[in-house]
């Protein structure tokens, strides 16, 4: 059984081609759409990977960061953070907030499942 | 012979004709052209309904028994309107400055808004006017009997009962028909004062004819008819100074107290200034009315039998004389007295049991907030409408007990003095500050136990209620409390005894208790409003502080005044302190509008109660009713005015503080707006390359090459509508949009809209038929545009279960609008500010698959077409209004 | 604004008056009380004192003489365009 892959995304379409690169690639893929209750899912079942979106309804993604960041059973876990905005202050904001990596959408899929391997092997 | 059918059809066919002109005039004042239906004129005749039946026929018989004693009934009201300067004015003043609904309301409001005292008034009122209704019911149906006579069929007492309980019934339809058509008490009953005033011309044209045709054809000119007089039984001069005293101040004092008067005098009053005019007009009506009675008295004395009865001397006289025609003018004449007089008069009494007895129990029967979910409106009609049913029922059961045959005139004072224990508390209320509510309470108990004891009890005959031995030795005995002898004073007219002790004993108490307890802050408050209405017309606000949400308020005032007018009030308040929208900033100045526009309609007492629910323990208190005591009142008007000032600030300061959080909430859009351009842009993008770079990687079942393909369509499809929306707003917002005129109907537009709108989740759609027809001259297309974005929004939204779109066309102030209102959850007030600026989605986002710029379009399509788009708060649902602009 | 002496004057003898005439306003009908009062004070059946028909006739002509002066006084009074917001 592969590492568990947690994507926290509102786009139903954009789920659905995340999950099928990855799983085609040997990874669990589970995926949240709610931005409020993140946290706690992430809390209850720790995956290796976060993939996180920024507007997610409920709670943006870098709210949703900062509390990870700031809890401790969660804070180790790496978070890949993508964004369709792509502005700089937007990288900056991650940055500063702790996030592993941050791509921009629409994102090349080699690059992701790449980026993925990366994250997770270190 | 009079055919009794023809007098059947002329009835039938004169209430018809009654109905046309109530009809015509509630239309001609729908259409906003009824500025005519409220001239001076008008207000004076509608005050004839004091002349009722008792009048028409009561007031011959009262001449030839006691000669000119009659016209007390008469001169008393004169003396009240000659004197208009001291009391009319006053209360007319006041019925509108805090918008009075009865008699009843006007003594609750003024004794701190009691709903006790409400409940005492009009439990009497409703008792007094009992047997005055009665009267008018006898009336018209032993005229119907003296028709029948004529044609050879003696009724008995069967068909008598008959008739009456038909009238009964024919004047309920009516009254409820036209009396209980609005809600609001306080000026639109158009079409039943304009019946009124043609019953008022035709009754005193019927009474003058039969007295011109007396005088002139039978006794053959004036200086024969005071010979006449001079002959007859009536002749000698032999007045009781006591009667003709105390029944004069009797019916100058009804005349300000009954009911029905109050309704027309101050109600119904749409002008001050037609006081002016009526103080003379009125009486000249009186004298009029007056003039021919003792001739008519004195000629039906002297042609007919003795046994023939004197009430009916005016229709008698001309039918023995064989003039028919006068004879059925003149049934015509006593028809319009008794029917006016029961119709203002129940609608009277309706008003004050649905506003202080019906409409209070059931708000303390809901607890707080009934006001917001239950239907008041529906409560009020119903219960108005039951009211007038029961309170002509009750005259007729008084009609059958006392077995219609006594006097007219003696049941008509039995009427007066009930109704004149409102009096003490009525003047000391509007020119005594001093007097209280305990005080009000007790005097006008006392006046009406004594009343009940010495005059209506006795009126259903001996031994009916209080029997014989008791009437002659007292209760137990006790010989001082005879009914008709209270503390052993003999020797007085009945009638004189009972007006005497009750109004004396009832002052007595009212001025003492008044005097001994303390009043309640609102009671002065409201004691200084009227007793000084002339010199603040403003005053002291009866709410301090407001913690109240105006959307709430909102809800409740449309459950009362209707939503048209509600939302205007909102309006106009929120336009006056610079706001947009329908919620205005709840000031308690406001709210003190509020409530006196919900007392219009329900009474000041339960208005007080209702706006209570909301503004919790912010009510009045001893230290702000300073503000109104004479000592204090230059300090506090300075520091009311530093008050003023300071609320003002604050007032300002918040309009400056939403005015900025509402800028920077914009310009915080427009810097984030290439970003979100950006992510409209790319999100479709992002699925379509990772689909297309999965699909150039070949491998794919069949299944998931259709299904990858078609999500690349679906996402190319929303980027090519997000481009056409950007492109479509930038257009309008830069007015370089070519309008294309044409003319269509709202009914063909929103069928094209619901047709294109179709597509999504299954909803209901209502829609107001019959009024679509309107023809529109705008850019059809565009409006259209409007209405899909409308629909399909409702459809995205709306969280009911079922749910239901209404869609209604109709007239407001702003002209023709359409309301489009869904029956989900709504919009929240914080979120009713920017759902129309580009990019404000509420909810997820995803399920709405747009891109958030629906309603920006459309608010600038509306600016364009020249109408507008609002958000319509307090429905229930969401709710968007629509003004159509180029409506025909 | 300053105004002539002159008018001023004026102004203040109609004021003058109008407070006068709400006096006469105020105090008719008592006196209307009064004169319908008058014939109680007659001979009871008296064979050579007035009648019901003499009772009647001054009445009437007391009534209507009333209502002359009060058409006469609230048109007077209506050109008091102010009457609305004095004070009494």
Not at chain 2, 152 to 166: K, T
Not at chain 2, 239 to 257: E, H, I, K, N, P
């Amino acid at each position: 059984m592969g590492k568990r892959v947690l994507v926290i995304e509102d786009e139903p379409n954009i789920i659905e081609a995340i999950s099928f690169i990855l799983s085609r690639d040997g990874w669990t893929v589970h995926t949240h759409a709610d931005g409020a209750s993140a946290n706690a899912k992430i809390r209850t079942t720790p995956p290796d990977l976060v993939i996180l979106d920024v507007m997610l309804p409920g709670k943006s993604g870098f709210d949703i960061l900062r509390d990870l960041r700031a809890d401790d059973e969660t804070a180790s876990i790496p978070v890949l953070m993508l964004t369709a905005r792509g502005q700089t202050r937007d990288r900056e904001m991650a940055q500063r907030l702790g996030v592993t990596q941050f791509m921009t959408k629409p994102f090349s899929n080699a690059e992701v499942l790449e980026s993925v391997r990366t994250l997770v092997a270190g | 012979m009079a055919s009794f059918n023809v007098l059947i059809a002329v009835a039938l066919f004169y209430a018809v004709l009654l109905f046309v002109i109530a009809f015509a005039a509630e239309r001609s004042a729908e259409k906003g052209r009824g500025g005519w239906l409220r001239s001076p004129l008008i207000y004076t005749l509608s005050l004839s309904i004091y002349c009722t039946a008792w009048t028409f026929y009561g007031a011959v018989g009262y001449a030839a028994r006691s000669g000119l004693e009659f016209l007390t009934i008469y001169l008393g009201p004169t003396i009240v309107m000659i004197g208009w300067w001291w009391i009319l004015r006053k209360l007319v003043r006041i019925g509108r400055s805090q918008r009075i609904t009865s008699i009843a309301d006007l003594v609750s409001s003024r004794f701190g808004k009691s709903t006790s005292l409400g409940v005492i008034v009009t439990l009497l009122m409703v008792l007094a006017a009992t047997p005055y209704l009665a009267l008018q019911l006898q009336s018209v149906t032993q005229s119907f009997a003296v028709f029948a006579a004529a044609s050879g069929h003696q009724w008995e007492g069967q068909d008598l009962a008959r008739v009456a309980l038909w009238v009964a019934v024919g004047l309920a339809i009516f009254t409820i028909l036209f009396g209980t058509r609005n809600l609001d008490a306080n000026e639109r009953h158009h079409g039943i004062v304009m019946a009124i005033a043609v019953e008022a011309v035709v009754k005193l044209f019927a009474l003058v004819a039969v007295g011109v045709f007396v005088i002139w054809g039978v006794a053959g000119g004036p200086s024969q008819m005071i010979d006449m007089i001079d002959a007859s039984p009536l002749s000698q001069w032999d007045q009781s100074t006591a009667r003709w005293v105390g029944l004069t101040f009797l019916s100058g004092a009804a005349f300000l107290t009954l009911p029905r008067m109050f309704q027309v005098l101050v109600v119904e009053n749409a002008d001050e200034d037609h006081l002016r005019t009526a103080s003379w007009a009125f009486p000249l009506y009186l004298l009029a009315m007056s003039l021919f009675v003792v001739p008519i008295a004195v000629v039906g004395l002297d042609l007919l039998s003795i046994g023939a009865n004197p009430d009916l001397f005016v229709l008698t006289l001309p039918l023995s004389l064989g003039h028919n025609g006068l004879a059925m003018l003149s049934f015509l004449g006593g028809f319009s007295s008794a029917t006016s007089m029961v119709i203002v008069a129940t609608i009277a009494l309706a008003t004050m049991i649905s506003n202080h007895i019906v409409t209070p129990i059931w708000l303390s029967s809901r607890g707080p907030g009934a006001v917001v979910s239950g239907d008041v409106r529906q409560l009020v009609i119903g219960a108005r409408r039951l009211a007038i049913g029961g309170v002509l029922f009750l005259g007729y059961v008084y009609y059958r007990l006392s077995g219609g045959g006594a006097a007219l005139a003696a049941i008509g004072l039995i009427s007066f003095t009930g109704a004149v224990q409102v009096l003490p508390a009525m003047i000391g209320g509007i020119f005594w500050r001093g007097a209280t509510r305990l005080g009000a309470i007790a005097g006008i108990l006392v006046g009406l136990v004594v009343w009940l004891w010495t005059l209506f009890l006795p009126s259903f005959g001996p031994d009916a209620v209080i029997p014989v031995e008791v009437m002659y030795n007292g209760p137990f005995g006790l010989g001082f409390l005879r009914p008709e002898a209270l503390f052993n004073i003999t020797g007085m007219d009945r009638q004189i005894h009972a007006i005497m002790w009750s109004v004396t004993l009832n002052s007595i108490f009212f001025f003492f208790v008044s005097v001994l307890t303390f009043p309640r802050p609102l009671e002065r408050l409201q004691g200084a409003q009227f007793v000084n209405v002339f010199e603040h017309s403003e005053g002291a606000r009866a709410w301090t502080t407001s913690t109240a949400e105006a959307e709430d308020l909102l809800i409740m005032a449309q459950r009362i005044l209707g939503s048209a007018e509600a939302q205007d009030l909102f309006l106009i308040e929120a336009q006056r302190q610079g706001k947009q929208g329908y919620l205005p900033e709840v000031t308690p100045d406001f709210v003190q509008v509020l409530e006196r526009e919900l007392a219009g309609s329900v009474g000041a007492a339960t208005a007080h109660a209702m706006v209570g629910q909301f503004v919790q323990g912010a009510s009045v208190s001893v230290e702000d009713l300073i503000a109104v005591a004479d000592e204090a009142a230059q300090i506090l008007e300075y520091s009311n005015r530093l008050e003023a000032k300071s609320a003002e600030q604050e007032r300002t300061a918040r309009q400056l503080r939403e005015a900025n959080e509402k800028l920077t909430a914009l310009s915080i859009q427009k810097d984030a707006f290439l970003s979100q351009i950006s992510h409209e842009l790319r999100t479709p993008m992002t699925s379509i390359r990772a689909f297309s770079e999965i699909l150039g990687e070949g491998g794919m079942t069949p299944d998931q090459l259709t299904r990858y393909s078609g999500i690349i369509h679906t996402e190319a499809v929303r980027l090519t509508r997000l481009l056409d929306d950007l492109l479509d707003l930038s257009v309008l917002e830069n007015g370089q949009v070519t309008l294309n005129i044409q003319r269509g109907t709202v009914r063909d537009m929103l069928d094209r809209a619901v047709s294109a709108a179709a597509a999504g989740k299954a909803m209901t759609i209502l829609r107001k038929l019959g009024d679509e027809a309107l023809v529109l001259e705008t850019d059809v297309d565009r409006l259209t545009q409007v209405f899909i974005n409308l629909i399909s929004n409702a459809q995205k939204y709306c969280d009911a279960d079922r749910p239901v779109l209404r869609i209604d066309l109709h007239r407001a102030s702003a002209g023709w609008v359409l309301d489009f209102t869904d029956n989900g959850s709504g919009i929240p007030k914080q979120s009713q500010q920017v759902i129309f600026e580009k990019f404000s989605r509420l909810t997820d986002h995803r399920k709405a698959g747009g891109a958030g710029l629906g309603l920006a379009i459309c608010r600038e399509i509306m600016v364009r077409l020249g109408g507008e788009i609002s958000y319509l708060p307090g429905q229930g649902g969401a709710a968007f209004r629509v003004v159509l602009p180029g409506a025909h | 604004m300053v105004k002539a002496p002159a008018k001023l004057t004026f102004l203040e003898r109609a004021g003058y008056r109008r407070r006068r005439m709400r006096d006469v306003a105020r105090v008719l009908p008592l006196i209307g009380a009064l004169l319908f009062c008058v014939p109680l004070l007659w001979p009871r059946k008296s064979p050579y004192g007035p009648g019901t028909a003499d009772a009647m006739i001054y009445l009437f002509v007391v009534w209507s003489v009333l209502i002359g002066l009060n058409a006469l006084l609230t048109r007077y009074l209506g050109q008091d365009a102010d009457h609305k917001t004095e004070t009494q």
